[in-house]
């Protein structure tokens, strides 16, 4: 009776620990809208300015294999991906993880003149999370824009972008 206890025990642990840990994923004061971890071309399907040529064989921890390369010396997004409206106001916000290559770049969620973003500036994987959100209207399209560079050329690796909705 005492080796069945002692599994019991174990599996009581364990699912205390797992559900613990996994507190944040099933967070109920949010919902993902959107999510990508650039491990395939196919989730480059959609973006404008990307394409098979800027998948990097460098990824943070658990976050696959792959990630984006953006670079660039232009004033307009680098890279911008459109959520179509869903017919319902929603406020969201952000994340993703971003390495800074060369002086970084920024990840904004873009609506007409209004914008909230993160700056990419860590020269090793880091998770980045907009602590701002923005009303997403019921009628209009929402973008993700990845922009580096300006007047002198930049670069930075993005992965695991997730767009959320607050409740």
Known sequence: MRKLDLILYF???TAIISFNSCKKIFDPTYEFIFYTSFEQESELNGWEGLSAVNLRNDAPESGGNKSIFVSGGCVIPTAQYTLRAVGVEQIVTFSCYGK???YGGTVSICLDNKYISIQVNDTTWTFYECKDSIIWPANKD????LHSGGFVGSSMLIDKIKVIKKK
Do not use: D, K, Y
């Open 11 to 13: 599996i009581l642990i």
């Open 100 to 102: 800074n290559l060369t």
């Open 142 to 145: 929402l973008s993700i824009c």
